[in-house]
């Protein structure tokens, strides 16, 4: 595996504000020993949402097994709850009769499109229960960052000069890694996530990309066009402390997002690093 290693010797990984998972590399390459791992790669199986419970799924689309575009389309089985194919062309048509053309730019270096998707997305998370990873001034200076060096590329979609909204991607090796996906609450009426989902699919495989990656989980939309899964694993035994410190910080954050509680992820990280200890010590 390639990842980074702390000062303390311990490997980066299960690192919750920026999901990644990790891939087995050829063993004649220099390595270092770690005691554990998070989101090993163990397996590459064919799609399906029901198969290995209880493990973490990366759902993508292996293009290289694809003749063409409409074989793919004939080829998807939409989940429960998901929009068809055919139910994604009408409201692209709806779109269009509303608004004017549709349109994708797969990638998009205007001034302001980045920030601006950036802040949707906080905001989404911010109306919604559970973890907010753009909440801390630092994770968005992270993907400023990224941004900035060239490594998170932005796709945006249009009608009649109107932003509908868009997605924040990594792309290596012709696999394209979607990191995250938003759309304008001003335009929610007229579902454009659906419908830019599915253009940007088609772009990439036009593009000529190997693989797009949907990275973690199990959402139904996921699944209808994915062609294969990686399933991940814990390698390794992590530490006893380690542990009890993610499960701990795990229960404090459940609590913050229940009650709704402002708090920063250092406070929370801190907090649970104080729970833990207190449950070594009891």
């Not at 990366?58 to 194919?85: H, K």
């Not at 868009?166 to 001003?186: A, E, I, K, Q």
């Not at 335009?187 to 996530?193: K, M």
């Not at 419908?195 to 939309?221: C, K, P, T």
Request: proline share 6%.
């Amino acid at each position: 595996m390639r990842t980074l290693v702390r000062r303390n010797g311990r490997a980066v990984s299960g690192f919750y504000p920026f999901l990644f998972y990790l891939e087995p590399l050829p063993a004649s390459l220099p390595a270092r020993a770690v005691s554990h791992l998070f989101d090993v790669v163990t397996a590459v199986v064919p799609a399906s949402v029901d198969a290995y419970p209880g493990h973490e799924v990366a759902p993508f689309i292996d293009w290289t097994t694809v003749t063409s575009w409409e074989s793919f389309l004939a080829n998807c089985r939409s989940l429960p709850g998901v929009d068809s194919v055919e139910t994604v062309e009408r409201k692209r048509r709806a779109i269009e009769k509303k608004l004017g053309t549709f349109e994708l730019d797969l990638d998009d270096d205007r001034d302001g499109v980045f920030e601006t998707l950036l802040r949707w997305k906080r905001e989404q998370y911010a109306r919604s229960p559970g973890f907010n990873p753009l909440a801390s001034p630092r994770a968005l200076q992270f993907y400023r960052e990224l941004r900035g060096r060239g490594v998170l590329h932005v796709t945006s979609c249009w009608a009649a000069g109107s932003l509908l909204g868009g997605n924040l991607y990594l792309l290596s090796g012709g696999r394209r890694m979607t990191r995250t996906t938003v759309y304008s609450p001003g335009f929610a009426s007229l579902s454009p996530g659906s419908v830019m989902s599915l253009a940007v699919l088609r772009a990439s495989f036009e593009a000529g990309d190997r693989e797009f990656d949907y990275l973690f989980g199990r959402e139904g939309y996921k699944f209808t066009y994915a062609t294969h899964m990686r399933v991940l694993e814990q390698v390794g035994k992590e530490p006893r402390l380690d542990r009890l410190v993610r499960t701990a910080r795990g229960i404090a954050g459940s609590v913050v997002h229940e009650h709704r509680i402002p708090i920063a992820p250092a406070q929370l990280r801190r907090r649970g690093g104080a729970l833990a200890g207190r449950i070594t010590r009891g």
